[in-house]
Structure formats: C-alpha cells, structure tokens
C-alpha cells in the first residue's frame, strides 16, 4: 500500500512511556524533510497502547485494523507499561497487527557509526556493518502453548514454535535480494543440530533458493557461536536471515555493540503490498525513565527515515540519517542525562541541521536507506 503520490498517509502510534517523546522528536525531523525535499505527509494520531487499553479494554478491534490499513505505513513509539501484566499489549496487539498486516521481515541494521561509542574495545566502523532479516510472524511467536496442572508441583508448559515453508520462504528470499544488492554473503543464523525440524526447514530453503542467487556466498552459523562472533568480529556478516526469537535476542546484542538501544531503528514489512508496513526502533517503552527527556531518540529518527525510504523518498532518508549521525557522534554519551540534550532538544537539533542545508558528509558503507529504496 505505497502512495504513487508525494502525499503519503502516516498512521501514528505514540504508545506508551518514552514513546510519545521519540515520536514527537520524529515528527520535528519529518517536517524538516518535507519542507527540504518537497513532499507532505497527511499523519493520523491512533489512540493505542497501556492507557488506552486500561481506559476502554481495547487492542486490536475491526475497526481499528480498519483505519491502519488505509495508511501508507505506521509510525510505532513504544508499549508497555507494569500496569498491564506482560504479553497483554504485546500478544493483543503489537504481534496481532504484524500477523494481520503480514508484515513479514523485521529489518534491523547493525552499523556502528561513525564517532559513536562501544563498548567492544578496538571495532570501527568498517567492520560493523550488517543487516539482520528477522522472520518476524511465525516461530516461537505465534502464542501457541498450554500448561496442565497449573499452580501444582505437576506443572507442565508447552509452548510451540510455528515453521511454515512459505514463511520462511519469503525471508530468505528477501534476504537473499539484499544480499545481492549489497554484494555479501547471506548467513543463515539458527540451531539446527538441536532444532533439527525447524531448522531442517530453514536450512533446505536456504539450499533452494541459492540456486536463484548464484552471484551470494552462503554462509550458516549456530545462534550462540553468532552471539561470540557478532561483538568479536562483526566484520564476517553482511545479512543474516534467521528466526523470529533467535532475531529478537541478537539484535539487541547488535544495539549494545553499535551504541545502544537508543540508536537502534527498525523496519517491519509487508512485501506484497497488502498492508502497510509499521517502523519502530527497537528500545521498549522505559517507564522508569519516561518524561524525563533522557531517551535518545535517534533510533526512532533513524526508523522514520527507513520509513520515508521504503515509501520512495530516498533522498530525504538519507539526509536524514546524514544528519542524526552528524549529531549522534557529538555526543558525549548515547542515553541518559549525560546525552547533553534533551530528547525533545536532539530532535530540534537534528530537524535544524537538516533544514539549514548545511552540507554533512554521507554515512559511509551500506546505507539501509539505499537497501529500502532500491527493494521496495
């Protein structure tokens, strides 16, 4: 659902603790693209989330469904809240509009830029420079499970991890499409000496589809070597494509290396144009820190411009992202009051820069917004 038209339809979800103030420092960036780059977006507040749902008991309606999919593609903050007992929003709602929307890849870029801290001693920015492709709607996610015997020593849980051919197919397609842009190899990231059905299925997709892509080497690494290798020697990865739950845990390992939650963005796609996609970074909602400015908010910046470069606006993504990591590496620290700047004050600070036209060197290496651009 891409608007041929420079008028494109944004669905905003605010959420919950530090996501409204992430949002509005994206929005302060997103007029400045506008008014710089000559389209205009039309944005729908949505009324979702902890409060939301305490309020009136809803998550996901009909109608609600309804209204997200007349949008071009969603604007996401955070959600969560200790008021609402865990796997309430996020089963009844954030896992349902990705299933309902089919919004099959989690996109995540692991890159270390340029002037940002790590805590790996010695890692540039040369050599920490990947994507992960996260099967983002199947796998362990699905809810699937039963307990017998609950609240007695008999106990027993059993929760289902979910593998369909055809899920996995259109990820690893995609991930093999990225590959060949981005002329790496394609590392498929599983456990397949223990979880040897699932694994057997990703593998063999994997084989079958190589045959399409004769141009990507083909690379296969066990999720917990991956969890050595990625902070030792990030340089061997370019794409990796892997499961839903083992995608959650690394890539927050990739946050921590490439300077934190805060500078983490994401995408989720729809690849058929059936739905709109929805863009988020990838920190939680942080209550314990919420309304006290002392969220970054450039990985919510940096998921706008994934969202601007997968709705055709290339150029503006990229200056974007040349902006908040023009600022980013002034920082002298990534999160919290020792950012120096408000979350709200980075916001302004990075819509600023974009909108003085003052020339800001282009991030080097892969750009996502190149990837999201040239394969939407």
Known sequence: ????????????????????????????????????????TEVTEISAGARHYLATGELWTPALQAQLRSHDAILFGAMGDPAVAPGILE??????????????????????????????AGLTPERCDLVIV??????????????????????????????????????????????????????????KNILVEAGTLWQ??????????????????????????????????????????????ITDLGAAIQG???????????????????FEAIHGSAPDIAGRGWANPVGAILSTAMCLAHLGEGDAARAIEAAAVHVLAQLPATAGPGMGFSTAELGREIASLLQSGAPVSAVPGYSVMDDLAALR
Do not use: W
Request: with cysteine; aromatic share 8%.
């Open 134 to 191: 996260r099967e983002n709607t199947e796998g362990s996610y699905v809810g699937r499970g039963s307990t017998v015997h609950a609240g007695t020593p008999n106990a027993v849980a059993v929760q289902e991890s979910v593998n369909t051919r055809m899920g996995v197919e259109r990820v690893v397609e995609f991930a093999f499409r990225l590959a060949e842009r981005r002329g790496g190899t394609l590392t498929l990231c599983h456990k």
């Open 1 to 40: 659902m891409i608007s041929t038209a420079r008028v494109h339809r944004l669905a905003v979800i605010r959420g919950d603790g530090i996501g409204p103030e992430v949002i509005d420092a994206s929005l302060d960036v997103l007029a400045a693209a506008e008014s710089m780059f000559g389209f205009s």
């Open 204 to 249: 063999s997709t994997v084989d079958e589809l190589s045959a399409r892509f004769p141009t990507v080497p083909v690379d296969y690494v066990h999720v917990d070597a991956f969890c050595f290798y990625l902070p030792t020697a990030p340089e061997r990865f370019n794409v990796v494509v892997t499961d839903n739950l083992f995608g959650d845990i």
């Open 91 to 120: 089963r009844g709602f954030i896992l349902e509009m990705r299933r309902t929307f089919q919004q099959a890849v989690n996109l995540r870029p692991i890159k270390l830029y340029p002037g940002v801290a790590t805590p790996i």
């Open 260 to 278: 934190g939650l805060g500078v983490a963005a994401s995408a989720n796609l729809n690849l058929d144009g059936s739905g709109p996609s929805m």
